[in-house]
């Protein structure tokens, strides 16, 4: 069974940091980009970091650029965020997803790969309050 | 990165058929995916690619994208069908994933 289990959320105070942890299960998951994803209590969900199958590609959203660190280890199937300098706002739910890619060819020889979240894991809540 | 609208609610009667729109300027410019979540669980994955459908996701959802806009169509809606509903694009200019505003779907 395809699986993912994040572990790690927790009770913390502006300015500390945390680590959370996301083990997959039932993939290859050396051949898959993998993304964390927030949802703040009552809110929709905000992509928060990618990172490619290789590490070669790491993106992140604006709100956490320069404070939170995303890696993988592809010899434990685990995926990583460290947060750093936490603020009340980041006070959310933090998913593991999936992101399978397709390839969308412009013209014969020039394409671009697409992203979705096929998988999610049931998330791990992390609050942030003196 | 852009941002994409979903209207904040819809509601369709048991049976009848509900379409969620999701409206950004640069949506002609890449695919679009659906997500499903209720209450307490993880999204679940319902379209992508625009019009693909997931093993084990019911015919009734669909999904269409033409210029800047992409529907949602819940045909024979049922109530379990009750949930939100986000659309998501990937933005090739940055490498991020942007999610739309969310509609809540009534069943009633």
């Known amino acids: 069974e395809v699986q993912l289990v994040e572990s790690g959320g927790g009770l913390v105070k502006p300015g500390e940091s945390l680590r959370i942890s996301c083990a997959a299960s039932?993939?290859?998951?050396?051949?898959?980009?993998m993304t964390w994803v927030r949802q703040a209590p009552g809110k929709g969900l905000e992509w928060v970091s990618s990172?490619?199958?290789?590490?070669?590609?790491?993106f992140y959203a604006d709100s956490v650029k320069g404070r939170f660190t995303i890696s993988r280890d592809s010899t434990k199937s685990s995926l990583f965020l460290q947060m750093n300098s936490l603020r009340a706002d980041d006070t959310a739910i933090y998913y593991c997803?999936?992101?399978?890619?397709?390839?969308?060819?412009?013209?014969?020889?020039?394409?671009?790969?697409?992203?979705?979240?096929?998988?999610w894991g049931k998330g791990t809540t992390v609050t942030v309050s003196s | 990165s852009y941002e994409l609208t979903q209207p904040p609610s819809v509601s369709v009667s048991p049976g009848q058929t509900a379409s969620v729109t999701c409206s950004g300027d640069?949506?002609?410019?890449?695919?679009v995916s659906w997500y499903q979540q209720k209450p307490g669980q993880s999204p679940v994955l319902v379209t992508y690619?625009?019009?693909k459908r997931p093993s084990g996701i019911p015919e009734r959802f669909s999904g269409f994208s033409s210029g800047n806009t992409a529907t949602l169509t819940i045909s024979g809606a049922q109530a379990m069908d009750e949930a939100d509903y986000l659309c998501?694009?990937?933005?090739?200019?940055?490498?991020?994933?942007?999610f739309g505003t969310g509609t809540t779907v009534t069943v009633l």
């Open positions: 998501q694009a990937w933005d090739r200019s940055t490498g991020g994933f942007v």
């Open positions: 039932g993939f290859n998951f050396t051949t898959y980009t």
């Open positions: 690619q625009d019009v």
């Open positions: 640069r949506l002609g410019d890449t695919y």
């Open positions: 997803a999936r992101a399978p890619r397709h390839i969308v060819f412009v013209t014969a020889d020039d394409f671009y790969y697409n992203y979705y979240m096929d998988v």
């Open positions: 990172i490619s199958s290789t590490t070669r590609s790491i």
